[in-house]
Structure formats: structure tokens, C-alpha cells
């Protein structure tokens, strides 16, 4: 106590007199913090009397709302989580099982010494193997590298001066390979670190195997030259190496010059494409690059073909494909053909002309154009547009028999004479200028065959005995032409044409009938019209692009085969680029004519396609990997919003990716019998097909 009143006392001797002007603002100070104190008191007593929370104080519609968004969080949270790391891996000494997917990983054992640049694009060319390539490439700065490259150079050189073996050699040859690598050093060349880990993924321990013996077989064969190692024991050091955040936890590495590190960085582009004046067919699967290619680029010619599925995105490819090709160039026009009024949307949206030829309109098989100065120029002096235009007319007769069942046989020499008779009354002959004149029609024929039945002799040859012959062949073929008279099956194909393309840049040649049916002629009117165009691309200096599709309809004739093939040798003569689009391609082997129209397809393109066995496969050049691809590609659908396809472009084959814009996305999907096109760049790219 006796200390305590000591203390008091001199705390009170310390404090300034209370009516000083120090002590009114020392005991003012401490009066307000003993007031601020009690208040304080006072609200935690309150709080404790009332159990009420902030949560009492909301809504309950707020508050349940609060919970579910809470609950979203988390759902994400634990998505998040899951994508980043498996939820168990297990370990063993060549493998690894990363959640549900098997993986092994490789190291690179040894690099070739001069590695040619892209050495690594076959890898990325795989089209059946999920994979991720890791590279490591650290810098080491020029004055570290130069005295190690040259303590290597000087070390081998010793070993080599040491050495009196048929080793000597090796050592001399390494050493002069350093002393090269420390002068290149000294000359500028930067110098790294590199290590490259490839982990291989699948979703069983088979599909494993076979997916590390394709990549290991890759990564020996040129231009990569690599010698590949499984981390054995070693997998989980080797995935910690090869993920995207993580460091060389191996410790695999070598030293690489400059050019070395850019010929590994030019890998992921060798597999695209970017060819100057090009479009765009997709992005690369894997490198996610585009894939540019110019299909008159082509040296064996311009034709394409592409087949899927219905449903696959096909029909959706071929489109957006069409529609770039013909905005890449004004130089360009555009045909379309086909039997199923599948593409009048298209046609409608980007304003062409549309031409129904399943009706009534007049098609004159028999019609001649005037050939352009320079096309004759480029053909020789031999060259007879009258004969190869009497040719195509023959070979059109004979497809007209052939789908009815008819053997032509030795009448045709008959069907000749009436066709040349039919060009030389309108005064056509070899001379080009009067190839402008009216053309004959095949009721100038059956008027000429009728003659030649009644007056057979003004078309004798040699003999009277022929007079017989020529009248029952005309007999004949008045009774077997009778459907292009009036009335007849074929009576718009009887006389002159009732419609041109030569003054537009976008037609639509429509095949459809009623409702989108096709009658047994199809074929038939598909010759016509492929000729007609064929007429118009040699006529015109323009590059013509001509799709058609539902091709199948055209490999069913020998006939039309036999035409179409020569129609496709010469097509990149006259800048016309065929595409033929169809379900199948089962047709393209049934006769030799047609898979010789195959061969002269540059660019081939397969979208989802599950009758491509092995059997088909081989007949393409595809191997296993690309086999798979096909069969399993992903089809056209709102949800993915892409569709897969495997695009060949002179025998090398490439996964890729296609996707649409928004504006192209509204072409393509363009109803025709709505009022306006709706070409808003706020429509969704998705993949309608067939």
C-alpha cells in the first residue's frame, strides 16, 4: 500500500495544475476517451442481449440467392481444380495413369547435329495420336558458353593427340566438330539449353503402345532423326518436365545453337499451309495454324472432292469453301449445280442467278459457242472446236440410250451423219466464224433421219446396198429419239436453249423438280449442264469455280464417265476448278473411268466417314492414324460450333478444324423464302449439314 499511495502521489505531482492550459487539454483529452470507452461498452452489452444476425435483416429470396451463387463458386472452384491436376495418378516404371487417360513419356536421348528446320513436323502431321511436346530452352550467355565449348573442343583434341586407335579418328572428328561450334560461338551465334520431353496419351494401355510405337517410329524416320527414350522409373520427374508451368525437373539437357532452336520452333508450322492467293479450308488440329491452300495453284490440276456423311459437315465445308474462293478474287465466277435444291440459300444470299432446269426451260444439247482467239492459240493448229462439240453430242446420245437400257451398236455411224448433216444445213463447219450461227437441235435431227429413212440414197456412200441399211437405222433412231419431240420425256432438250450464263458471275444451275425430287434423267441433264459450263470456262479469261454436288448421280453411266474424264484431263487448261461433293465413295471405284476422275482430284477432302475401312484407306494412301481420324471425326453441330476433316493437298494429308464466321455462318444458312438475307454479323457459326 505503502508503495501504491507513493505512486499516486507522484503521478498527482506530475500533473499539470487542472486550470493551466496544459491540463483543461490533458484532462479534456482523457474525458473524451473515458466517454468513447463507456459507448463502446454500452453497444457490446446490447449486441449481446440481441441475438439478431445480418442475415435476419435480408430477404429470404436474397439470401437463398446468395447460397446458390456460393454453391456455383464452388462447382467452378472444383472444376477449375480438376482440369489443373487429376484427382490420383498412378505410377509405374514406363507409364503413368493421369486420372482416366494412360501416358507415357519420352525424353530425347540424342539430336541430330544438323537438323533441317521443321524437324519435328511429321510429329505434328500425326493425325490418330494425342500428344503434348514440351521444349526447355535456356540462354547461356556468350562468355560461359565460349569457355565451356572451348575446354570441350581442347579436352577431345588432348584425348585425340593421346590416342593411337582406330579411335583416333572419332576423337579428331569431334574435335573439329567442337572447334566449329566454338567459332560459330565467337562469330555470334547464341547458344542454349535444350530438352524436349513428348508425353503420349490414350485412353487404354493398348491404344498406349501403339500410339508411343507410331510417335517413336516418327521421331526416328527423317527429317526428325531423333533417338527417343521412355523415362523409365523416371515418369514422374518426366511429366512434372513436360507440363506447360513447370521446369526441366530431369535435367535432360543439351547444347544447341541458334539455328538449331529455330529449325525445333519452325516444327509447329511446317504442317499448315500458307499458300499466297489462297483460302483459308481450316486450322490445323494440333498447331491451331491455318490451312491456306489455292486450289489453281495445283500443278496436276484444280479439281477437289469431298465426301462425309450426312451430317458430318460436308455439304457445310463445300459451302464456306465456295463462298471464300469466290471473294478471294474477282477474277472468279461461280456455278452451282445439283439435284436437291441444297444450295438455293446460298445462291439467294449472295444475289446469283438461279436457273431451274428440271422443267420446261429449253437446253440444246447440240449448241455450239464461238471458241475465244486465245484458246485457239493455245491448241494448235489441228484443233477442231466442231469435231470435239459433235463428240460431246455423241457421247450425250449415247448416255441417252444407255439409261434406257439401249445398245447404240453399229447405228452410230447413222446417228454421225445426221448429227454433221444437222451443223452443216445451219452452215456450220470447221471454220470458227460461223460457229456464231443458230445451232442445230435434235428436231433438226429427227427432221434429217426422217429424210434419210424416205430418200436413203442421197446418203450413200459407195454402194446401193447401203440405201437399206441407212433407212432401218434411221427408222430406228426416230423410234428411240421420240422423247425429244414435242410432248416427249425430253422435249425441252428438243430445241434451242432458253437461258445463258455467260453474262453472270454467279448462277445456280438447279436440278430440282417437284419438291426436290430427280427423275431418272438426272444424269442425263448433269452431262448437259457440265458441258454448258465447260463451254463457258473456255470462252472467258475469268477462273471459273464449279461445284457439284451429289456427284454420285454421275458415276453411274459408263457413258457420262467416259465424257466427264475428259472434261477433268483438260478442265486446268481453261482455269476451271471441279468440285465434286457426295456421300459415298464406293461409285468412285465401280468403273476405271471414274477413279481415273478421282486421280486428277489435287485436293481431297474427307470429313466424317464411317464407311472408310482399311479397304478404302489403301485406295487413298491413308495409313492407320488417318484411317481413324475419318472414321472418327468430330460432325458439324451447334454445340461444337466446327466441324472436323482430313484435307489432302497433293498426296500430304493434314487433321484440321473448320470453322465459320458469323457472316459466312448466315450465307450458308440463308432461307431463301424469307423476305430478307440475313447477313448479320451476329449470327452464331454452327454446322448444319445435308
Known amino acids: 500500500m505503502q508503495a501504491i499511495n507513493a505512486l499516486l502521489a507522484a503521478v498527482l505531482d506530475a500533473a499539470p495544475d487542472p486550470v493551466s492550459g496544459a491540463g483543461v487539454f490533458v484532462y479534456g483529452i482523457g474525458s473524451v476517451a473515458i466517454l468513447i470507452v463507456i459507448a463502446r461498452i454500452r453497444q457490446w452489452r446490447v449486441a449481446r442481449a440481441d441475438d439478431t444476425t445480418f442475415g435476419d435483416l435480408l430477404a429470404e429470396e436474397t439470401v437463398t440467392a446468395g447460397r446458390e451463387e456460393q454453391a456455383a463458386l464452388d462447382a467452378v472452384a472444383e472444376r477449375h481444380r480438376t482440369a489443373i491436376a487429376p484427382d490420383a495418378i498412378e505410377w509405374e516404371s514406363r507409364a503413368a495413369k493421369v486420372g482416366t487417360q494412360w501416358t507415357q513419356t519420352l525424353t530425347i536421348a540424342a539430336y541430330p547435329d544438323h537438323p533441317t528446320d521443321g524437324y519435328l513436323s511429321g510429329l505434328f502431321e500425326l493425325t490418330d ?42 576423337l579428331n572428328d569431334r574435335a573439329a566438330a567442337a572447334t ?22 490414350a485412353d487404354t494401355r493398348s491404344e498406349l503402345s501403339e500410339a508411343v510405337t507410331t ?19 523416371l515418369q514422374d520427374q518426366a511429366l512434372r518436365s513436360a507440363a506447360p508451368i513447370g521446369g526441366d525437373a530431369m535435367g535432360r539437357e543439351s547444347i544447341a545453337l541458334g539455328g538449331a532452336v529455330g529449325a525445333l520452333l519452325a516444327s509447329p508450322h511446317s504442317p499448315t499451309m500458307l499458300e499466297e492467293g489462297g483460302v483459308e479450308f481450316g486450322i490445323h488440329k494440333d498447331t491451331r495454324s491455318p490451312l491456306v491452300v489455292d486450289p489453281f495453284a495445283r500443278e496436276d490440276g484444280y479439281a477437289m472432292f469431298t465426301v462425309g456423311d450426312p451430317g458430318s459437315g460436308k455439304s457445310y465445308g463445300a459451302k464456306q469453301n465456295f463462298i471464300r474462293s469466290l471473294e478471294q478474287s474477282d477474277d ?28 420446261t426451260l429449253g437446253l440444246n444439247p447440240l449448241e455450239i459457242k464461238p471458241t475465244p482467239e486465245h484458246v485457239l492459240n493455245a491448241r494448235g493448229d489441228d484443233a477442231s472446236p466442231l469435231k470435239e462439240r459433235q463428240e460431246r453430242a455423241l457421247s450425250f446420245f449415247t448416255n441417252v440410250f444407255a439409261t434406257r437400257g439401249v445398245e447404240l451398236g453399229d447405228r452410230r455411224t447413222t446417228l454421225e451423219m445426221a448429227l454433221g448433216e444437222a451443223y452443216e444445213q445451219q452452215g456450220i463447219t470447221e471454220d470458227v466464224a460461223t460457229h456464231d450461227r443458230e445451232s442445230p437441235t435434235v428436231r433438226d435431227m429427227l427432221d434429217i433421219l426422217a429424210a434419210m429413212s424416205e430418200s436413203p440414197g442421197e446418203y450413200i456412200v459407195r454402194t446401193a446396198a447401203e440405201a437399206e441399211k441407212i433407212s432401218d437405222d434411221a427408222v430406228w433412231l426416230l423410234d428411240q429419239l421420240r422423247p425429244f419431240a414435242e410432248d416427249g420425256q425430253f422435249e ?43 463451254e463457258r470456262a473456255k470462252e472467258t479469261d475469268k477462273e471459273v469455280v464449279f461445284v457439284i454436288d451429289e456427284a454420285r448421280y454421275l458415276m453411274k453411266d459408263a457413258a457420262t464417265l467416259s465424257y466427264l474424264e475428259t472434261i477433268f484431263r483438260h478442265h486446268r487448261h481453261h482455269d476451271l476448278s471441279i468440285r465434286l461433293v457426295t456421300q459415298t465413295v464406293d461409285e468412285f471405284f465401280e468403273h ?3 477413279e481415273m476422275i478421282l ?48 484435307l489432302g493437298v497433293d498426296g500430304e494429308w493434314r487433321g484440321m478444324e473448320v470453322h465459320a464466321l458469323p457472316r459466312e455462318h448466315a450465307v450458308i444458312e440463308h432461307d431463301p423464302h424469307e423476305e430478307t438475307a440475313p447477313l448479320t454479323d451476329e449470327s452464331t457459326p454452327a454446322h448444319a449439314d445435308d
Request: hydrophobic share 40%; glycine share 8%; with cysteine.
Open 599 to 646: 486421280d486428277q482430284c489435287a485436293i481431297k477432302q474427307f470429313h466424317k466417314l464411317d464407311g472408310m475401312d482399311a479397304a478404302w484407306a489403301d485406295e487413298f494412301g491413308l495409313n492407320h492414324p488417318q484411317m481413324r481420324f475419318v472414321q472418327t471425326a468430330t460432325p458439324g453441330d451447334e454445340e461444337s460450333g466446327y466441324s472436323q476433316a482430313l
Open 215 to 233: 510417335v517413336r517410329s516418327t521421331l526416328r524416320e527423317p527429317p526428325a532423326r531423333l533417338e527417343p527414350a521412355t523415362a523409365i522409373c
Open 592 to 594: 476405271d473411268t471414274a
Open 332 to 359: 472468279r465466277i461461280g456455278i452451282i449445280l445439283e439435284p436437291l435444291n441444297n444450295w438455293a440459300g446460298v445462291n439467294d444470299a449472295l444475289g446469283g442467278q438461279r436457273i431451274t432446269v428440271g422443267g
Open 180 to 201: 566449329a561450334t566454338y567459332k560459330a560461338v565467337e562469330n555470334g551465334q547464341r547458344v542454349f539449353e535444350q530438352s524436349l520431353y513428348i508425353t503420349v496419351r
Open 129 to 170: 495420336v494425342s500428344f503434348d511436346v514440351t521444349a526447355h530452352l535456356d540462354p547461356i550467355p556468350q562468355a560461359r558458353a565460349r569457355d565451356r565449348l572451348q575446354a570441350t573442343a581442347d579436352d577431345l583434341q588432348a584425348d585425340a593427340d593421346l590416342e593411337r586407335s582406330v579411335r583416333e579418328s572419332y
Open 492 to 534: 425441252q432438250l428438243g430445241r434451242n436453249s432458253e437461258f445463258d450464263i455467260r453474262d453472270e458471275s454467279l448462277v445456280y444451275l438447279d436440278l430440282a423438280e417437284q419438291g426436290g425430287q430427280v427423275g431418272g434423267h438426272t444424269s442425263l441433264l448433269m452431262e448437259l449442264l457440265i458441258t454448258l459450263v465447260y
